[in-house]
């Protein structure tokens, strides 16, 4: 079945430092993928999403490619601030309408001022 | 445009005792979700609706019951709470094969 697996955290950084978090997945097809923040008390937003192979999501200087070779999902920026200190979620929706949204267990991000 | 709102935000209950959490959309999205957070996990889908008139089974759907009302609506019911239902409920929707939005929250507290 379905599955995504990311890396686990805490991930802490300082301010202005370059993040990646790594996100693979297993699944049959093309699926869409998309990567979800949650804030401190606060429900799951989308942040960004790919649909196909080699598309790059963005939004908030925050980016992911889909890279069908590798089966992968890395969501990078390249300076963090400390506002962006939350927990990300990878996650994936099979090619039919039917399937459900499998989501991966969460990278919680620390940044220090 | 609200999205997708939840009621209560906060609610604590007494073993045993039983309460229906609420949820609507506004965006007209066929599919709608319960899920549940435990502290420093994942989401785990308790019930979705892939459409008004049906519901399904998701992984730990075993002491709640769900309604879909219309298209709009999607209740979550706990009959008799326990203390292992302690946890913060989000509700989702989607369309077709688009990503999930999702309400706020409700943070239960069962002592």
């Known amino acids: 079945g379905n599955s995504v697996t990311q890396m686990e955290g805490p991930v802490t950084l300082s301010e202005e430092a370059f993040l990646t978090i790594n996100c693979t997945y297993t699944a049959t097809g093309y699926p869409s993928l998309f990567w979800y923040v949650q804030y401190p008390g606060e429900g799951l937003q989308l942040l960004l999403k790919?649909?196909?192979?080699?598309d790059k999501g963005s939004n908030k200087g925050f980016e992911a490619t889909y890279r069908k070779e590798t089966t992968s999902f890395h969501l990078e920026k390249g300076s963090v601030q400390v506002s962006d200190s939350a927990v990300y979620f990878c996650a994936l929706r099979g090619y039919s309408s039917a399937s459900k949204i499998i989501f991966g267990s969460g990278t919680r991000l620390s940044i220090r001022p | 445009n609200a999205g997708v709102t939840q009621t209560p935000k906060f609610q604590v209950l007494k073993t045993g005792q039983s309460m229906t959490l609420q949820c609507a959309q506004d965006?007209?999205?066929?599919?709608m979700y319960w899920y549940r957070q435990d502290p420093g996990m994942g989401l785990r889908l308790i019930y979705y609706s892939a459409s008004e008139g049906t519901t399904d089974k998701g992984e730990v759907p075993n002491g709640y019951n769900v309604s879909r009302l219309n298209k709009r609506e999607f209740s979550l019911r706990l009959e008799s709470a326990a203390p292992s239902q302690t946890s913060v409920y989000f509700c989702a929707s989607s369309e077709g094969a688009a990503a999930e939005y999702f309400g706020p929250g409700t943070r239960l507290t069962v002592t």
């Open positions: 965006m007209n999205h066929n599919s």
């Open positions: 790919a649909t196909k192979a080699d």
